[in-house]
């Protein structure tokens, strides 16, 4: 009988530690043998789209408060904080624009709409409601009519008013910077929790607002990756995020991924209405992916 109750116990406990299949953790690798892209990849394309585009301005408050907390994304000049500026002086200059909750909202209000309405609905929600307790505490209409500019308007004040309620409610203020001494499996754990807040949204709050090494996937990442060959044929995108988090070196990873999206938003051959086109490869010899995608091409054959 001791037996049997013994066993139960640890039939019990086995269940108890069993993942749950859809938890994405940073440990997994879905594709051991797929070897691209390698470190010298990386960094060759880095260094063509940031020749070409230059470092994106929308990014480069938060390349600049990497380098002043000491986490590098290469070597140049470029990533140096002027002699004029202390530490100090760069990490303020961040924390007064944008706090994490800050940086959460704004990524939550940049789904499925352009950047330029996407910063013109935080802006108007900032502006009608200059605190999260004000937002919390306001009628979900209000709120709606704040950030329509930013289109699902009803689908995101829903997803913001849960999570700033299921804050309140979990640590008794509206903030997240306790999130900064976690480490990132937990902040992940933690995230995941609120109603809403998907892994790419994580990925961006853990890269841009907690300098983390993360590697974030959105459409243009997934789609310039894939057709690079970086990613397999079948690959979806949670898939693609933990490979591309295990292949790209650390040190690039903020700079590739701000170079993608932006090479994504503008080369027109890259766009989707180009790649999804079923004829040759839509790239002309001024895009600087050109050879990579025609050695992808070529090693399909």
Not at 9 to 21: A, I, M, V, Y
Not at 145 to 171: E, F, M, Y
Request: net charge positive; proline share 6%; glycine share 4%.
């Amino acid at each position: 009988m001791q037996k049997t109750n013994k066993r139960k116990h640890e039939n019990s406990l086995k269940k108890k530690r069993k993942k749950n299949p859809k938890e994405i953790s940073s440990s997994n690798e879905p594709f051991p043998n797929h070897l691209r892209p390698t470190p010298e990849e990386c960094q060759l394309v880095r260094d063509s789209l940031l020749s070409l585009h230059g470092f994106p301005q929308e990014f480069a408050k938060y390349r600049k408060v990497r380098s002043g907390l000491g986490i590098s994304s290469n070597n140049s000049d470029a990533n140096q904080i002027p002699k004029s500026e202390t530490l100090e002086e760069v990490e303020n200059e961040v924390e007064k624009t944008e706090s994490v909750l800050d940086g959460l909202v704004n990524t939550l209000l940049s789904q499925n709409t352009t950047d330029g309405n996407s910063r013109r609905a935080f802006a108007s929600l900032k502006a009608a409601f200059p605190t999260w307790e004000d937002v919390l505490a306001a009628e979900s209409k209000h709120i709606e009519d704040a950030i329509k500019c930013g289109g699902l308007a009803v689908t995101k004040t829903s997803c913001i008013k849960n999570l700033l309620a299921g804050l309140l409610r979990k640590k008794g203020k509206l903030c997240l910077e306790y999130l900064r001494d976690m480490p990132v499996d937990e902040i992940k754990s933690e995230l995941s929790g609120f109603k809403g807040i998907g892994p790419k949204t994580i990925a961006c709050v853990l890269m841009f607002n907690l300098q983390r090494d993360d590697f974030p996937v959105d459409t243009h990442v997934f789609r310039i990756t894939k057709a690079m060959g970086w990613v397999p044929d079948s690959a979806d995108r949670g898939k693609a995020y933990l490979h591309l988090n295990k292949r790209i070196p650390n040190e690039l990873k903020l700079d590739l991924n701000c170079l993608l999206i932006t090479h994504g938003k503008l080369c027109q051959k890259c766009s989707k209405k180009w790649s999804d086109q079923p004829s040759e490869p839509n790239i002309t010899p001024s895009c600087p992916l050109a050879s990579h995608y025609c050695s992808t091409s070529n090693s399909k054959k």
